[in-house]
């Protein structure tokens, strides 16, 4: 008898993969049960809602006015009133003429003559002149007459002063130096010539070569003469 049903269409041959997919899943429903969590359900009590709409309130606009206080009123006027009769006399103020006739003699007061005093300008420091003294020959600016009369006075000490008397004077070897100050007077002549050094003979030396410088155009202090003040350095080298 031949066999109608295809050998590959048999589900008996089957059973054991069945059985085995039924338990897993059956396990796994079992699984999903037991993990499974349930929380209590509560509703919070939010009271009644109010559903009716806020009322729009309209806010006019305001403007605020100073009040202005009425001006104080008058002072009273007072209660009685004098009355001036027509009778009274009122003096006159009588105005007497001031000019004189020409019997009449006339006293005059003396008149004194006030004499301004001039303003006076003491001695200015030569680095501060408005206008320098000019040295014979100097000519230009106010800043090249100064350095002119800087150059020709140092020129002239150079070869006037007597160099070779600080090694006489068994001095120290080094640089000595010699300060010289003088004044340069309205007139223009040098005076007041003052000399501070390490020795009296080369104070008496420098005082000696100044006095040689010669008279100069005064310098000027708002357009007037006065005295320049002038320190002179004077170095001399011992050996």
């Not at 729009?56 to 209660?79: G, L, N, R």
């Not at 303003?119 to 420091?125: A, C």
Request: proline residues 8%; negative net charge; glycine residues 6%.
């Amino acid at each position: 008898m031949e066999v109608k049903k295809n050998p590959k269409a048999d589900l008996e041959n089957y059973n054991k993969q069945f059985m085995l997919l039924g338990l897993a899943l059956a396990l796994l429903i079992i699984y999903i049960g037991i993990e499974w969590k349930t929380f209590d359900r509560t509703v919070a009590d939010l009271g009644l809602a109010n559903t009716e709409l806020e009322e729009e309130i309209d806010i006019p606009i305001t403007e605020h006015i100073q009040e202005v206080k009425p001006p104080p009123p008058p002072p009273p006027a007072p209660e009685k009133i004098e009355i001036v009769e027509d009778e009274t006399e009122i003096e006159e103020t009588v105005l007497e003429s001031t000019e004189t006739d020409e019997t009449e003699a006339v006293e005059v007061e003396e008149i004194e003559e006030v004499v301004e005093e001039e303003e006076v300008i003491d001695d200015v420091p030569f680095a501060i002149i408005e206008n320098v003294p000019v040295y014979p020959g100097c000519k230009g600016t106010n800043a090249q007459k100064k350095k002119c009369m800087v150059d020709k006075i140092t020129k002239l000490v150079n070869k006037k002063y007597n160099t070779g008397l600080a090694g006489d004077l068994g001095l120290s070897p080094g640089r000595k130096r010699v300060y010289v100050q003088f004044k340069i007077d309205k007139t223009g002549k040098v005076v007041d010539v003052r000399a501070r050094g390490p020795h009296k003979r080369l104070e008496k030396e420098a005082i000696r070569v100044v006095n040689m410088i010669p008279n100069m155009e005064p310098g000027k202090q708002r357009g007037r003469p006065v005295g320049v003040k002038y320190t002179l350095p004077i170095t001399l080298v011992v050996e």
